[in-house]
């Protein structure tokens, strides 16, 4: 588990309310996205499925205080459940469990927020959930010229397992099929527990 006080950022479970802008990276991110109704769908009745948002640290907005109140008034008011603007999403993943792989279907960052470590700490946290709840590796498929994100998979020990031809419907590119070592492993975890040291140090400055 990674304790995000020290962080800009904290890794949440996306909600219903996330998904217009998850819907704005997603149209933006991806040449095939998907729609808002996958989305809801996958909350709302799938319960193979783990989704995640990322948001900025400390930008939460209170809403419907009203000024001219007693400092002690306000402070009730915030108690008893004020409404909370939550901080706008940087970056959301999730996965799927099937049988016993964690098979990751989405992951992107805003285009504004990337190479800061985002899609790090949603592969951390999906990896933590996802042996959690007892899957033994991480799968996914990538885009064959997908080449910045096959770079943050292999530092996180995803390997190229296989391929699959013409996978994407938009240009008929190929998928590489890349899987991790089992994750509880001592010889993944080493690397896992590496790389997320080296993340929580750089982020925490
Ligand atoms: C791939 C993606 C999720 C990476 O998000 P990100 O938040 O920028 O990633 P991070 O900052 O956590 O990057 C971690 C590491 O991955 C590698 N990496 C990420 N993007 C890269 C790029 N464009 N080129 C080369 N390496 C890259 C780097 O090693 C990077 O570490 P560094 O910044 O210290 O060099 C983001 O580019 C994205 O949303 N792309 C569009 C959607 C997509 O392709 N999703 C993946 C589908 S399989």
Known sequence: MIDYA???FRVEPM?????????EIE????????????????LRYNEMTYYF?????????QLNVPARQSWWRRLWMRRQSQPILPAPVVGYAGFWVMV????????????QW???????????????RAAEIGALAM??????SNTGAQTLYREYGF??????PQYYSDNREDALIMTTPPITSAEYQRVFQERKAVLLTRLSR
Do not use: K, N
């Open 114 to 128: 990337l190479r800061q470590g985002i899609a790090q700490l949603l592969l951390i946290a999906m990896t933590e």
């Open 139 to 144: 799968t996914l498929e990538v885009r064959v």
């Open 159 to 164: 390997e190229v397992v296989g391929r699959r």
């Open 15 to 23: 909600t219903l309310q996330d998904i217009p802008p998850v819907m």
């Open 27 to 42: 149209e933006v991110a991806f040449s095939l996205p998907w729609s808002a109704r996958a989305y809801d769908y996958e």
């Open 100 to 111: 016993d792989e964690a098979h990751i279907s989405t992951l992107a960052t805003h285009p």
């Open 53 to 61: 948002v990322v948001r900025q640290q400390g930008r939460d907005v």
């Open 6 to 8: 020290s962080l800009p």
